[in-house]
């Protein structure tokens, strides 16, 4: 099982990057995805997650109405969307892949990334928003 996250790089505030996920050992529809990310100085944090059929998705309050989370499942890749980049959301940012206890509702609690069930971490990819 392998999760390949790539996509980041150095942008200016106001900015657009779109972050690419592709996992190989298992399919989406198998696994709820989310992306989390470190800043300096802070634990990881869940960014966005969805639900493996797609119903059910979350949002750090922060970055609601900036950052879209989505699927391609013919390419067995999840995206995040960031639009209008904040220095704030200078991180790593990492994706993951999770079950779910109970249905396939996804909120702040399971894109956590101290949730029991997380089930598999990627390599973080570096997202600098600077002048």
């Known amino acids: 099982v392998q999760l390949q996250a790539s996509g980041g790089g150095l942008v200016q505030p106001g900015e657009s990057l779109r972050l690419s996920c592709t996992a190989s050992?298992?399919?989406?529809?198998?696994?709820?995805m989310g992306w989390f990310r470190r800043s300096p100085g802070k634990e990881r944090e869940g960014v966005s997650c969805?639900?493996?059929?797609?119903?059910?998705?979350y949002y750090l309050d922060s970055v609601k109405g900036r950052f879209t989370i989505s699927k391609d499942h013919a390419k067995n890749t999840v995206y995040l969307q960031m639009n209008s980049l904040k220095p704030e959301d200078t991180a790593v940012y990492y994706c993951?892949?999770?079950?779910?206890?109970?249905?396939?509702?996804?909120?702040?609690?399971?894109?956590?990334?101290?949730?029991?069930?997380?089930?598999?971490w990627g390599k973080g990819t570096q997202v600098t928003v600077s002048s």
């Open positions: 993951a892949a999770f079950s779910t206890y109970v249905g396939d509702l996804v909120t702040s609690r399971e894109c956590h990334p101290y949730y029991n069930g997380m089930n598999y």
């Open positions: 050992g298992f399919t989406l529809k198998d696994q709820n």
């Open positions: 969805i639900s493996k059929n797609d119903d059910s998705s």
